[in-house]
């Protein structure tokens, strides 16, 4: 499959397109060194459809390609579809005549999670599916029963609770649900929220006290499910922030309206002096034409009043971005700095450039990979349990167009613009995808 194949939509094509093999490897010609104490898997989810087009970039099956290290070296590399009941040939279709949604069925393609010492590939239409370290498939987790709701791509750990806070949307009411989980693996509570119609809720963002939920315009939309995709920007539905406390419900949310936009991903969020202050990448329009209309987002700011006197919205950067990241342990508390693919390309999805931002300073540094060599999200893993915020390592897979494989890249944060930390070529090249994270051996 070639660039020079334009007929194909763009996530068919050059490195968006999937790769056709699972393959294990176990040694590597490494250039650098890994560093010693880290000891555990990266993984990395995203859709890798095994027969042809499905309709939209965010509709592949998910195939997940992970890296495992220790005592400083990089002992394995393999990737393996999440054998979902789709992807094993079950036609079962998710809606049923009833037009009651079987969360059981779904492409598991957008993330991985490490949490209470499961292994999780998450889709925002359904149930988490465990997967083993080997990266075999066991099968969706509804927590013992108690989930029944569809489970977001994004979930967040508090930094200081290690509590797992979550939420999911539907198309049908109740159309946002909040999960609250134990550090364990105890799915809490759920509770549903109320919002005016059903719209594409992606991603939230957690602060000290409290959730914020993000009702964007991208409203469902019965009228484009042919085209895969059932969603439109209606820019009439409005924009609005809803800001509940952790341990609240649907009547302590307060929404705040601001202008129509849509925001996948929050870089993080946290509390200044009562008010909240949201770091997003920020589209000031999305899918106008159609769902395969990708804009460009920009770090953005958003400062919520809880007083009531509004969301100030302010832009941090003129450099087109996506996949912000920070150190974990930050989540839910002040940031100072962030990590983020630069999307100033003219597929508008990647270029050669990661960006590391420093907000306190207000300035940005970049690694430049050089020509034809495209970072996918980087996941920062600190270099100890008590290292300094941005004290430790980014991890990533940056494909390079010459060889048509990609590599396994180790980047020290602190020194983002130095040449990598480690170099792991890898025996095929790791597509174009969406999320992953880093699964010490610990956890
Ligand atoms: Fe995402």
Known sequence: MSDANTELPFYMRGNHAPVEREVTADSFDVQGQIPEQLSGLYLRNGPNPPNGDPGHWFLGDGMIHGV??????????RNRWVRTRPFNGDETPRVGEDGVADFTIGQANTNVIGYAGKILALVESGFPTEMTPELDTIGTTDFGGKLTAP?????????????????????????????????????????????????????????????????????????TIEDGMPFLWKPEHGARLGVMPRSGGNTDVKWHEIDPCYVFHPMNAYERQGNIVMDVARYNKLWQAGGNDFDQAKLTRWTIDQTGGGVKEEPLDDVSIEFPRIDPRREGLKHRFGYAVSTDAS????????????????SSQIHDFGNGRTPSEAVFVPASAD???????????????????????????????????AVVPL?????????????????
């Open 68 to 77: 495992r290290l220790e005592g400083g070296e990089a002992k394995s590399y």
């Open 151 to 223: 489970f977001t791509a994004h979930p967040k750990f508090c930094a200081t609770t290690g509590e797992m806070l979550a939420f999911g949307y539907h198309f049908a009411p109740p159309f946002v649900v909040y999960h609250q989980f134990s550090p364990t693996g105890e799915l809490l509570r759920s509770e549903p929220i109320d919002v005016p119609a059903a719209t594409m809720m992606h991603d939230f963002a957690i602060t000290e006290n409290h959730v914020i939920f993000m009702d964007l315009p991208i409203v469902f939309s019965s009228e």
């Open 347 to 362: 597929d508008g999805i990647a270029t050669e450039r990661l960006v590391k931002y420093d907000l306190e300073n207000q």
């Open 387 to 421: 290292a300094a915020e941005d004290e430790g390592f980014l991890l990533l897979y940056v494909y390079d167009a010459d060889r048509d494989s990609s590599d396994f890249v180790v980047l020290d944060a602190q020194n983002i613009a130095s040449k990598p930390v």
């Open 427 to 443: 025996p095929q090249r790791v597509p174009m995808g969406f999320h992953g994270n880093w699964v010490p051996d610990a956890s």
